[in-house]
């Protein structure tokens, strides 16, 4: 209902989702998930051309086309460089909201990413809602844990505890 009701307002949203079987093998996967998801709806082609000129790394992995040529390897701090300037940029046409789900199976770039995205993106309009079950953090530990706690610290990081169904809530 909330991604429904900012969608309605202009913002622009990309949904992820982490994967406790691929949360080892593919970096940034929830991430690529995410951008996919906006490049699929960006009926005007503004994202797609941000994305390619912006973050040229980013762009060739979510274009790549199996058979052909690989897209070159670049460092973490390349692609978090590259990733900040396509928030700048995106976020200019509208709020950016990325709905990541499951985040306590990310991978430790995806956490990278986040703390990055914490510590840096002041004045970007850019709003990332996470799923993830607490206990599965502490069980780890997990990288994300650590992120968590230290941007709520810094007044970055808002949990909000959902509470489990009733009866009515399922049958609804």
């Not at 995410?34 to 790394?57: C, V």
């Not at 607490?134 to 970055?156: C, D, I, K, Y």
């Amino acid at each position: 209902d909330f991604l429904a009701s900012v969608a309605r307002q202009g913002s622009l949203i990309g949904r992820g989702n982490c994967s406790e079987r691929r949360a080892e093998t593919e970096a940034y996967l929830p991430i690529f998930d995410a951008l996919e998801d906006l490049l699929r709806k960006d009926t005007s082609g503004s994202i797609r051309r941000l994305t390619e000129t912006t973050a040229p790394t980013w762009f060739a992995q979510l274009t790549h086309t199996p058979g052909g040529d690989a897209p070159r390897a670049a460092s973490r701090h390349a692609m978090l460089r590259e990733f900040r300037s396509l928030a700048q940029e995106a976020s200019r046409l509208g709020t950016i909201v990325l709905f990541l789900d499951d985040v306590h199976w990310s991978d430790v770039p995806t956490v990278d990413l986040l703390a990055h995205i914490g510590q840096h993106f002041h004045g970007i309009r850019l709003l990332i809602l996470a799923t993830c079950r607490p206990t599965e953090l502490l069980l780890g530990p997990h990288p994300f844990h650590n992120v968590r706690q230290e941007l709520a610290s810094r007044g970055r990081c808002i949990d909000i505890l959902v509470g489990f169904f009733q009866r009515p809530d399922v049958d609804r």
